[in-house]
């Protein structure tokens, strides 16, 4: 009884904006948190249903009950798992069963519809019809994400692998998957609950949703680092922080609330966090220049917010402003005091929040008071697997080797510094791209040397040996020639190419190659248009490869055929060229005639790519396609170039897609436009656009069966 009559309590206090949701299910003390937060978000949500029912069958005349507490009972009685509850309560309840669901039933009919959900309105309906999936962290403090599927198969469950597209994460029964981002997230269908399963009462599991997961993970402090989580109970992120930080480190935890301190500490003691110092203070209050906190470099705020955004809250779209500017107010205050740590290095802000005015105002009303931060570039990034992040948009510099025409060094040093500006950091080369890598060594020492808070560059170049003996000596050489190119003291990131299979001495390079990266010489070691068959022959080698960059496009779609499938097993980026075919994927060949003479085809690029589109089709089909992805474009108020590298960037082993650049050549602004459209979150293709896109592109002929896995065109 005790639960109907706190639920009641909570959801008339909540009704009064006498403070949210779940802050009211906290202070309620009732012994049983998360089964009242259940009960009470389910009851807010259906509430217009219940309130019909509760009218129409006139409950209230009839029972005595008040109104708060009768839809929390009728919602368990005839939408829930049943009263928990014994007593008068009870006799009453049964007593009108029949009449309540026969209430609910005639709804159901009249709307036309067989769930329960779909008597909502839509906006407090939960995303595609279906319960949100259940997510399950696994605690990597006490266990491995191996064990546990493991455990979880002896115990019925069934392991479907990793989910590549958000349409695996609608799950059924016992089944359940690895998530699409985050490696130590495991996702369940909606119906499952793991409060009575071994693996959560033992710590080895953490019930925690993806977005509570995102924290954390971007944050991401090394081991050993000192952290701060600012407004930290229950502690969910904590637990995340430390197993992170692999217990290794300090994690300074500070809440304002005793009651959730404690359950804080009994959460971080069942999940073996062991570098954490709680304290019950005032976060505000906490002292920056305190010696404690002198090394302090990672903080995590997370402050009391409108929890809007908690998909149980029915209520999305109205708020009181009072409220929130008095929140807002206070989490711009945390966020002041949070940038005056002395050694501060990345900060996380997150809230539970829908509203722009926890959101977005706070951080620009930050920005306005700190002259010194400034808004970061909105090019996404991908980490690869030795830890560099690099844009998902790279600047190709293909067209400085002289295939493209001549390219001043001053000329395209200076373009450089526009894409940098842009956010676009991360620049791709080749030892064999003629000045390429000592342009680059240009741009990289002028821009340290120039005294300004310049962003940090990532540099990709290529190892293309000619055939020959690949002995240590050789390859060392090739790489401190890079190096000193480059006028790097470290290599981001070697793709290596070979030209012939048959010389098996390409194990020997990447052999010395991987003696070098465990030197601290280069960070990642990737590859270049390997084919499927020997990425997999370098792996089982114990070769740790980051990417391999291959062509990659609506016309050369090979690498959907199998290598995505062994990427995504083996965390390999592919990192993705001839997306724009050379620039023939754009408006300025949509109702063009064919072109076929040298000077229609000026640059090796043009006459690359258009043999592919004669393999893959002709000019006539190529022509249905620009059609398509122009419609497709307008749509979304965007080019056919960006809706182009959009669509091979969601692709599920794509880490990037690299662009060539137009250094010093009219156009250049609109590419770089082009560019942060494609990798901008608000260009989201819709399943109509893949439809007509894939409409056209089935039509072509194969080319894996024509010219062979990624590279074959390069070898005979
Ligand atoms: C959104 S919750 C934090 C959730 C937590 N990070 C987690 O993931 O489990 C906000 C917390 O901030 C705490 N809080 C509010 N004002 C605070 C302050 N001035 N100093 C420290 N904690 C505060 C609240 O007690 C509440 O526990």
């Known amino acids: ?36 937060f259940a009960l009470v978000c389910e009851t807010q949500r259906f509430s217009s249903v219940l309130l019909d029912i509760i009218e129409s069958t006139k409950l209230l005349k009839q029972t005595k009950l008040k109104l708060h507490l009768a839809q929390v009972l009728v919602y368990d009685l005839v939408m829930g798992q049943g009263l928990k509850c014994g007593g008068s309560f009870k006799t009453t309840m049964m007593k009108h069963r029949p009449r309540l669901q026969a209430e609910l039933a005639r709804m159901k009919v009249k709307r036309k519809v067989s769930r329960n959900e779909d008597l909502l309105p839509a906006e407090a309906q939960l995303p595609s019809g279906e319960q949100l999936p259940r997510y399950v962290r696994v605690n990597t403090l006490k266990t491995t994400v191996e064990d546990v599927v493991d455990y979880l ?25 690895k998530d699409l981002f985050l490696p130590e997230l495991l996702v369940f269908s909606s119906k499952t ?131 929130l500017a008095s929140l807002a107010a206070f989490q711009l205050r945390c966020l002041n005091h949070a940038v ?56 190709g510099m293909w067209q400085v080797s002289g295939a493209h025409g001549t390219v001043s060094t001053t000329r395209a040093v200076e373009a450089m510094q526009t894409y940098a500006d842009a956010g676009l950091t991360t620049f791709d080369m080749a030892d064999i791209y003629g000045p390429a890598e000592d342009i680059f060594g240009r741009f990289n020492s002028q821009l340290k040397s120039s005294g300004k808070d310049a962003p940090a560059l990532q540099a990709l170049t290529k190892y293309v040996p000619n055939p020959g003996p690949m002995e240590r000596k050789v390859v060392q050489k090739a790489v401190q020639r890079s190096m000193t190119r480059m006028q790097v003291e470290i290599l981001d990131c070697v793709q290596f190419h070979w030209w012939d299979y048959n010389d098996r001495r390409y194990l020997d390079a990447l052999g010395h190659l991987s003696d070098l990266q465990n030197e601290g010489i280069i960070r990642e070691i990737a590859l270049t248009n390997f084919d499927t068959q020997r990425m997999e022959e370098i792996t089982n080698k114990g070769i740790r490869i980051s990417s391999n960059q291959v062509q990659y496009s609506l016309i050369d779609q090979r690498p959907a055929v199998k290598m995505e499938q062994f990427c995504l097993a083996n965390n390999i980026q ?64 965007c080019s056919v170039a960006s809706v182009a ?44 656009d893949h439809a007509a896109i894939e409409a056209v592109t089935q039509r072509s002929r194969d080319l894996m069966a024509l010219i062979g896995d990624c590279g074959d065109e390069y070898r005979s």
């Not at 115990?155 to 799950?171: E, H, I, K, N, S």
């Not at 505000?284 to 090394?295: A, E, I």
């Not at 043009?606 to 089709?617: E, F, H, P, T, V």
């Open 574 to 637: 592919l990192l993705t060229y001839g997306t724009l075919a050379g620039g023939l994927l754009s408006e300025r060949y949509l109702g063009k005639a064919e072109p076929k003479s040298r000077a229609e085809l000026y640059t090796a690029s043009l006459s690359k790519y258009k043999k592919m589109i004669d393999a893959w089709g002709g000019w006539s089909l190529f022509q249905d396609l620009l059609v398509t992805l122009d419609t497709v474009a307008k749509k979304h108020d």
């Open 645 to 688: 590298t959009r669509y091979v960037l969601d692709r599920p082993a794509v880490g990037g897609v690299i662009v060539g650049c137009r250094f010093g050549v009219a156009g250049a602004g609109q590419h770089i436009r082009d560019s942060l459209c494609s990798c901008s979150p608000e260009l989201k293709l819709t399943p109509e």
């Open 1 to 36: 009884m005790a639960l109907y009559v706190k639920a009641a309590e909570v959801l008339e206090k909540a009704e009064r904006k006498q403070g949210a949701l779940k802050t009211l299910v906290y202070d309620s003390k009732f012994k049983n948190i998360k089964q009242l």
């Open 153 to 177: 198969k002896r115990d019925g469950y069934t392991y479907q692998g990793q989910a590549v597209r958000l349409d695996d994460l609608t799950l059924k029964g016992k089944s359940f998957v």
């Open 193 to 323: 609950d793991f409060h009575d399963h071994f693996l959560y009462k033992a710590g080895h599991i953490i019930l925690q949703d993806k977005a509570s997961c995102l924290p954390a993970y971007l944050l991401k402090p090394p081991s050993g680092s000192h952290v701060i989580d600012a407004c930290a109970a229950p502690g969910n992120k904590t637990s995340h922080l430390a197993a992170i930080m692999k217990n290794k480190g300090k994690l300074f935890a500070f809440d304002l609330d005793a009651k959730r301190l404690a359950t804080m500490s009994t959460l971080l003691l069942r999940a073996g966090v062991t570098c954490q110092q709680l304290a019950h203070q005032d976060f505000l209050k906490v002292n920056p220049d305190s010696p404690q906190y002198k090394d302090v470099e990672y903080v995590l705020l997370d402050p009391s917010c409108s929890g809007s955004g908690m998909v149980c809250l029915q209520d999305r779209s109205s708020a009181d402003q009072t409220r």
């Open 340 to 395: 005056r740590f002395p050694r501060l290095k990345r900060l996380v802000y997150s809230t539970c929040s829908i509203h722009s005015q926890e959101n977005e105002e706070v951080i620009t009303a930050f920005l306005q008071q700190n002259s010194s931060f400034r808004r970061m570039s909105t090019v996404p990034k991908v980490t690869l697997a030795g830890g560099l992040e690099v844009c998902r948009i790279l600047n």
